[in-house]
């Protein structure tokens, strides 16, 4: 079980929601690490797809970028991939998964304070996190963020509002139904609809809520002198 003293901060909700983008942002304010929780699992969900098996033999880690590499090599284009996201749940309910993701995301967790966005981070990875935020947004707001998304990296070939919005209804069923680490909202996570809200207002939201005591608590981690 993580420790309680452990300084995280846990967004979690489903995709479109602005998670990871608001995640990074709060990181960089706050001189945390940024811990892409959901690159990891689309990194399993890449191997297996391409290599045709998942084994814990295969080596997950990122760059100095904060890109994912697989087994040494950069991997950040592929694991964006639309194909990648229709998948990527099915890989995310195995145990063997899950597992092996939530101990490595628990070990980097535990040696420097990290902002970590995904679907369980408050639940799971870290039930113990002083700071938990649950972020929504509507369906159809969800899946024109996510279209920016695939658009300005150059993957939304055949992609239509309407074919997105049903792979994030899809994933959403999958994420919630799954009976391993399903996509829920802590009890002590403040949940934010962030619909009509710009991410320089979500950073804000969670920021004004995490105030000086997170500024505190990374000072007493790293104390100068």
């Known amino acids: 079980m993580p420790n309680a003293a452990q300084i995280i901060i846990a967004i979690d909700g489903p995709s479109g929601t602005g998670k990871s983008t608001t995640a990074k942002l709060i990181a960089k304010e706050l001189g945390y690490t940024y811990l892409d929780t959901g690159a990891m699992y689309r990194a399993v969900a890449w191997v297996a797809e391409s290599m045709g098996t998942w084994s814990v033999g295969h080596n997950i880690s990122f760059n100095e970028k904060n890109q994912i590499l697989i087994n040494g090599a950069n991997r950040e284009s592929e694991i964006r991939d639309p194909k990648i996201s229709a998948v990527v749940s099915k890989y995310s309910a195995l145990p063997e998964v899950r597992e092996f993701l939530t101990k490595k995301q628990r070990e980097i967790g535990s040696m420097q304070p990290c902002v970590l966005d995904g679907r369980d981070i408050g639940t799971v990875v870290f039930p113990n996190a002083k700071h938990k935020f649950f972020l929504t947004a509507d369906y159809k707001t ?61 950073v804000q939201k969670i920021l004004q809520s995490v105030g000086e005591v997170a500024r505190c608590e990374v000072s007493e981690h790293n104390p100068k002198g």
């Open 142 to 202: 969800r899946a024109a963020r996510r279209l920016l998304e695939l658009q300005n990296s150059g993957k939304a070939e055949g992609e239509t509002l309407e074919s997105v919005e049903k792979n994030l209804r899809e994933r959403d069923a999958a994420d919630t139904n799954r009976s391993i680490a399903p996509l829920a909202k802590a009890k002590d996570a403040i949940e934010i609809d962030t619909s009509h809200l710009t991410i320089q207002q979500q």
